[in-house]
C-alpha cells in the first residue's frame, strides 16, 4: 500500500530528474532548459519539461506551443508533446491560462498545490529525463517543488548564471539552498558569456568572462560550459512562432491542418549552440547514468 513517504507515482517511470535554477532572473534559464531538452532529445532521450514558473511562464513559447491546451485524461493531465514523434513534452501553467496575458498572483499555497497537482498529476509516462525549469531565486515555488521531490530522489540541479558579478553572487544563494534540500549540484553553465557574431562566428566578450567557471571552482562543483549570445537562436523561437500562430489560425478558420511543417528538434540543429550545448548535455548524461531513482 503507498504510503505518504512514496515517491509520486506520477514520477515512477522518470529515470532522471534535473532541475535548473538561477539566482537571477532573466539570465537565461528557460533558453538552457529547452537548449538541453532539444539536445538530450537529439542523443535519442526521451524529455519532459516541467515548467513551475507561475507567474513567468515562457516554455510554451520558447517550444511554439503558445496555442496549445492541456487535456484532462482519467489517469490525469496530459503534457504537451511537442511533435508526432512523442520524444518531447511540456507542462506549463501557461497551458491553463484562458488567456496568454492573464497574470497568475497567488499566494504561497495556492502555488504549492499548483506545484503539488504538476508533479503528482501528470501523466508523464515513461521518460528518460524529466527536467524542471524553476522561477528565478529561491521563492515559494522552489520550497514546494523541494517537498514533492524529497522522496523522488531527483539527480541534482543545473545551475545558470551570466557571467558578471552580480549575477554570480545570487547562485552562491542557489548553491546554498541545493546544500540544505539536499539537491546535487549536477554543474554550472555560464550563459550569455560574450555576443556571437552572425556574419563571422566571431565571439566578442562584451561583458566580463570567466564568473561561472570561478564559482564552480570556488565551490567544488562542476563547470559545465559558456553559452554565448547567439542572434540566431533568437531569430530561430521567433520563426518557430511566427509557424505555430500561422498554423493556430488555420486551426481556428477549420481549414486542413497538417502541421506547420517547422520542426525545433530538426531546426536547431543549425544553430550555432547545437554543438555546445551537445557537450554540456553529455556532461548531465554521464553524471547521471549511474543514479537510479
Ligand atoms: N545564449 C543566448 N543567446 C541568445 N538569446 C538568449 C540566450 N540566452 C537567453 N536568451 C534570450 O534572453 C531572453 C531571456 O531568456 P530566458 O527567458 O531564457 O531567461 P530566464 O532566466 O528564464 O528568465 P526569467 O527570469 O523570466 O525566468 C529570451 O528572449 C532568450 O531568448
Ligand atoms: S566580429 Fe567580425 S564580422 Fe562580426 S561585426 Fe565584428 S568585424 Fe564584423
Same mark, same amino acid.
Given at each position: 500500500m503507498a504510503t505518504a513517504n512514496d515517491p509520486p507515482s506520477s514520477l515512477s517511470k522518470i529515470r532522471h530528474i534535473v532541475l535548473v535554477l538561477s539566482?537571477?532572473?532573466?539570465?537565461g534559464k528557460s533558453s538552457i532548459t529547452t537548449q538541453l531538452a532539444l539536445s538530450l532529445v537529439q542523443q535519442g532521450h526521451s524529455v519532459g519539461v516541467l515548467d513551475i514558473?507561475?507567474?513567468?511562464?515562457s516554455l510554451p513559447r520558447m517550444f511554439g506551443l503558445e496555442s496549445k491546451k492541456i487535456h484532462q485524461s482519467s489517469k490525469g493531465w496530459v503534457p504537451v508533446y511537442t511533435?508526432?514523434?512523442?520524444?518531447l513534452c511540456v507542462m506549463s501553467i501557461g497551458f491553463l491560462l484562458?488567456?496568454?496575458g492573464d497574470s497568475v498572483v497567488w499566494r504561497g499555497p495556492k502555488k504549492s498545490a499548483m506545484i503539488r497537482q504538476f508533479v503528482r498529476d501528470v501523466?508523464? @509516462?515513461?521518460?528518460d529525463y524529466l527536467l524542471i525549469d524553476t522561477p528565478p531565486g529561491t521563492s515559494d515555488e522552489h520550497i514546494s517543488i523541494a517537498e514533492q521531490l524529497r522522496d523522488a530522489k531527483p539527480d541534482g540541479a543545473v545551475l545558470v548564471t551570466t557571467p558578471q558579478a552580480v549575477a554570480t553572487a545570487d547562485v552562491r544563494k542557489e548553491l546554498s539552498f541545493c546544500r540544505k534540500v539536499g539537491f546535487e549540484v549536477l554543474g554550472v553553465v555560464e550563459n550569455m558569456s560574450g555576443f556571437l557574431c552572425p556574419h563571422c562566428a566571431e565571439c566578442s566578450h562584451i561583458f566580463s568572462k570567466g564568473g561561472g567557471e570561478d564559482l564552480a571552482k570556488q565551490y567544488d562543483v562542476p563547470y559545465l560550459g559558456a553559452v554565448p549570445i547567439d542572434p540566431q537562436f533568437v531569430l530561430l523561437i521567433e520563426e518557430q512562432h511566427a509557424a505555430a500562430a500561422a498554423e493556430a489560425t488555420r486551426d481556428h478558420e477549420g481549414t486542413?491542418?497538417?502541421?506547420? @511543417?517547422?520542426?525545433l528538434i530538426e531546426m536547431?540543429?543549425?544553430?550555432?549552440l547545437c554543438p555546445i550545448f551537445a557537450k554540456i548535455a553529455e556532461q548531465i548524461v554521464e553524471s547521471t547514468k549511474d543514479k537510479i531513482r
Open positions: 539566482g537571477k532572473g532573466g539570465v514558473d507561475l507567474t513567468g511562464p511533435d508526432a514523434s512523442k520524444r484562458k488567456d496568454r501523466v508523464w @509516462g515513461e521518460l486542413a491542418r497538417n502541421g506547420s @511543417g517547422f520542426s536547431y540543429k543549425t544553430c550555432k
